[in-house]
C-alpha cells in the first residue's frame, strides 16, 4: 500500500481527496491536514510514501513545505502537487524541487485517479530495477510532468504526444519516423521532433539501420515505464 498525506487548506477539499484516495487499492490515507507546518510534522511522524500537498496554504506556502520535506536528514518522501492551471510559475518551481506529478484543480475523481495510477505504476517500476540510477529515475517520472502544454518545449503539444506515445508503445517492431508520420497522420518533420523529445527525455531509443550508399535511418523504439 502506498501511505498517502493528504494537505489542502480547505477541509472540505480534505476529506473529500482522503476519500478519493482511499477508493484506489493500492493507496490508503494515513493522515491529513490543512496547514503546512502540521503537514512538515506530520511527514516527519507517519513517514507517508506520498504527500498530495496543495500549492496555497494559509500558513506556509507550499514551496515552503516542499523545501522543508527535502531538507537533508527528513525522511523521503514524494509529492504530487495540487494547484491550479494559471499557476505556471510556481508548478515550475515545485517541478524543481522534485514533485514527480500535479494535478490541476478543479478535478473529479477520474482525474484524480489517472494521476495516482501512473504514480503507482511508475513507483512499481523503480521498485522492481535493480539500484536505479538518476537517468532511469528522470526517465521513469519523465512523462508523469508531461501533461500541460504549458510545462512543454515549444511546438510539443500534450495531445500529440499522447498520441505518438501510444504509437510507439503500441508498435511490435521499430519504428522510422516516416512510419510514426504514416500512423498518426502528421508529417515526417512533426515526427522527427516528437522522437527527439522523447529521446533527450530518455524513453525513445535509437539504433541506426544502413542499407544503400547514404545516411543511416533510424529505427525508433520504446523504452519508457510510464
Known sequence: MIRTLVVDDDPAAVSIHREFVDRLPEFTAVGAT?????????AESLRPDLVLLDMYLPDLPGLEVLRALRAPGRPPTDVIAITSAK????LRGAMNLGVVHYIVKP??????????ENYAAARNRLAVTQAPGQREIDRIFALLRSGSDDLLPKGISAATLKVVVEILRSADDRLTAGD???RAGFSESVARRYLKFLSDSGNVEYHPRYGSAGRPEHLYSWTGSV
Open 34 to 42: 490543512t496547514s503546512g507546518t502540521e503537514a512538515v510534522r506530520l
Open 87 to 90: 499557476d505556471v510559475d510556481i
Open 107 to 116: 478535478f473529479g475523481f477520474r482525474a484524480f485517479r489517472e494521476r495516482l
Open 180 to 182: 510514426l508520420a504514416t
